[in-house]
């Protein structure tokens, strides 16, 4: 089972004039809030939980990036891809 989704942070985005003045990159909490929200479209969970986290490349802001998240041997898992380069991945539990 998985599910998939294309995001992109607008260079609007109010969390991005302190991170970081001049050169701004997409926090790594709001990709993970966008986890949490494709883990309410997909299963209509709540995001209960980061197991495991690794921010691997930036996002820069107005950058499309393919989300992926998948359940394998139990485990929630999410996959943040552009243009073939992980960006980020990790291990997420749900709860209703």
Known sequence: MSYRTTLCIAPEHPCLAGHFPGHPLVPGVVLLERVAQALR????Q??????EAKFLAPLNPGEAADLELTERSGQLRFELRRAGQVLARGVIEGAA
């Open 41 to 44: 479209e997909w299963r209509q």
């Open 46 to 51: 709540r995001l209960a939980g980061v197991r």
